[in-house]
């Protein structure tokens, strides 16, 4: 079922032996074909694998692209610094507070200290989340440079309300 031209390209290839006086080995050249075609059959599939592969990636790429262009996706750079602000905002209303409970809690009995305790971590709260929701609308600016940003209602952390529990509270809040 092979043409002679077929033939003499297999032998040039090394695939079937070379004949001898005319005739070919019909063992070595049915072996040899065999060999050839199971080859060319493995190297097939390798080949179709390697093209899911690639396409899958490619495709891969076009969603992420997509995203990107949604706005869905943030640099790697653009995380980095928001979280060095965020880290920042909390650092730098830790460090405030000492400072502000030792003076505010001179000659005050412990049930007035415990209140203005509440109220300062409350007002912490309220700053961090308002310095926090400064940091999403940049952001969200950032990865949607056409669309204007809209601010986020700022949340309690762990999902609970927080309020001041009473006593004095100091005016303003903390930025």
């Known amino acids: 079922m092979l043409t002679s031209r077929r033939i003499q390209y ?5 695939v079937i032996p070379k004949p001898e006086r005319g005739l070919y080995p019909l063992v070595g050249a049915i072996q040899g074909y065999i060999h050839y075609l199971q080859n060319k059959e493995r190297q097939g599939a390798k080949r179709l694998t390697e093209d899911a ?14 995203a990107k262009a949604r706005g869905d996706v943030v640099s790697q750079d653009a995380v980095g610094k928001v979280l060095e602000e965020v880290i920042g905002i909390v650092c730098t209303q830790i460090d405030a507070l000492p400072p502000r409970m030792a003076v505010d809690c001179t000659g005050r009995t412990a049930p007035q200290v415990k209140k203005l305790f509440e109220n300062e971590c409350h007002t912490i709260r309220q700053g961090l989340f308002e310095g926090l929701g400064k940091l999403v609308a940049r952001v969200e600016r950032r990865a949607r440079p056409r669309k204007a940003a809209t601010p ?12 001041p529990t009473g006593g004095e509270r100091r005016a303003g809040t903390v930025s």
């Open 53 to 66: 592969r690639l396409r899958g990636a490619q495709a891969d790429l076009r969603v992420l692209e997509l």
């Open 152 to 163: 986020k209602a700022a949340r309690s952390v762990g999902g609970r309300e927080s309020h």
């Open 10 to 14: 297999l032998v040039k290839e090394g």
